[in-house]
């Protein structure tokens, strides 16, 4: 598979893609991007993409299995013009909410 294979994993969230945060607050997910079984960079290209096309505001779900995205991703928030909310680690993933400023 190449660096941006066909297979398309940006994807709208539902119609009440909500997430909770650690918090109790509640965050409506403009975008969800799945990069289960993805390495660097692609995590990162992805997300910067995501959020690069939600309006201010919104926020973008990023899922990923690997430990060297997740460290990754919140760094890059102020490039992105972005807030880095919370990472939840789930038993297959770790789920990744940033928020357009």
């Given at each position: 598979?190449?660096?941006?294979?066909?297979?398309k994993k940006v994807e709208e969230a539902a119609a009440?893609?909500?997430?909770?945060?650690?918090?109790g607050s509640k965050v409506q997910v403009a975008r969800?991007?799945?990069?289960?079984?993805?390495?660097?960079?692609?995590?990162?290209?992805?997300?910067?993409?995501?959020?690069?096309?939600?309006?201010?505001?919104?926020?973008?779900?990023?899922?990923?299995?690997?430990?060297?995205?997740?460290?990754?991703?919140?760094?890059?928030?102020?490039?992105?013009?972005?807030?880095?909310?919370?990472?939840?680690?789930?038993?297959?993933?770790?789920?990744?909410?940033?928020?357009?400023?």
């Open positions: 598979m190449g660096l941006f294979g066909s297979k009440g893609g909500e997430a909770v945060l650690s918090d969800r991007v799945d990069c289960r079984g993805d390495s660097c960079p692609r995590p990162q290209l992805m997300t910067k993409k995501a959020v690069n096309e939600i309006a201010s505001g919104g926020v973008v779900e990023v899922l990923v299995d690997n430990p060297s995205s997740v460290e990754a991703l919140p760094p890059m928030c102020d490039e992105l013009n972005a807030t880095h909310l919370e990472t939840i680690k789930d038993p297959a993933c770790w789920r990744v909410y940033i928020r357009k400023d």
